[in-house]
């Protein structure tokens, strides 16, 4: 049954949007119970998110502490360009989502839908930049694995003090780990390290996009075909914080990878 949005527990009434509709589920004593379920079952999904890639990050800084030379040199290889595109990419569909919250929440259907639709193709968009930057990397041998090899591709990112770097294939003993290395040596699994780092943040990144897409598409069809669970804003709320979360990873990321170099602006 519609309701309005209450607060019985706290002894007063919360005023709902304008034209949304909510209904109070069976197991559920009233809206406000329901919709308290919900902020509190995503944000707690979030929190386990955030451990998640806290510890990627935490991965990053140790290393990063460890080999600073490699992995500024290695983070000359990313184009940063393409990393700044998806970061306007991922802006702009968290305009268009928190739109669509908005426009959920007044109950305009339509607008809703369009919303959505912008968010979904920017996040298409976002996935084709980092298929390209991918499909690059792959050429140049630097995906980790057996056919792994480092050389200056991307001269032109490169810090001219950096120049007559060169990177050997094995380290001894005395040149590896966190120990001083001969002049103009860095190994190679060194740099193996930083784009192992750079796939495994960036490629579980892209799994939440995905994720992200297919949430965003099925709440698209069920507003698209004005079903039951769409007169409901709360969930679309719940996708849009979602949302905001992987774009908001995607603002660390690009700098920890793409800018950690001598200036290339």
């Known amino acids: 049954m519609s309701v309005q949005v209450k607060q019985r527990r706290r002894g007063h009434v919360e005023p709902r949007p304008e034209g949304a509709v909510q209904e109070v589920a069976h197991q559920f004593e009233d809206i406000g119970q329901q919709n308290e379920s919900y902020i509190v079952g995503m944000w707690s999904f979030l929190v386990t998110e955030i451990m998640f890639f806290g510890g990627i990050f935490m991965t990053y800084i140790v290393y990063r502490t460890k080999y600073p030379q490699t992995f500024t040199i290695a983070s000359g290889e990313l184009d940063w360009k393409a990393g700044f595109l998806n970061t306007l990419i991922l802006l702009t569909s968290s305009l268009s989502m928190a739109f669509a ?3 959920a929440q007044l109950g305009k259907r339509w607008r809703t839908l369009l919303c959505l639709g912008i968010t979904i193709l920017c996040a298409f968009g976002f996935l084709g930049v980092k298929t390209v930057e991918y499909s690059t990397k792959w050429a140049h041998h630097l995906v980790p694995g057996p056919n792994f ?15 007559g770097t060169s990177f050997v294939e094995d380290a001894s003993p005395e040149t590896s780990g966190g120990g001083a290395k001969p002049e103009g040596e860095i190994p190679q699994h060194e740099a193996q390290l930083f784009f192992g780092l750079y796939f495994a943040s960036t490629g579980l990144h892209g799994v ?4 992200g897409i297919i949430l965003l598409a099925y709440w698209g069809g069920l507003v698209q075909f004005n079903a039951r669970a769409a007169r409901d804003f709360i969930p679309i709320e ?26 290339k602006l």
């Open 101 to 103: 919250v908005r426009n």
């Open 208 to 211: 939440h996009v995905i994720i």
């Open 149 to 163: 090899h480092f050389s200056r591709h991307g001269g032109e990112q490169a810090a001219p003090a950096d120049r």
């Open 238 to 263: 719940m996708v849009g914080l979602y949302w905001h979360f992987v774009d908001i990873v995607w603002i660390f990321l690009y700098p920890l990878l793409y800018l950690i170099g001598s200036p």
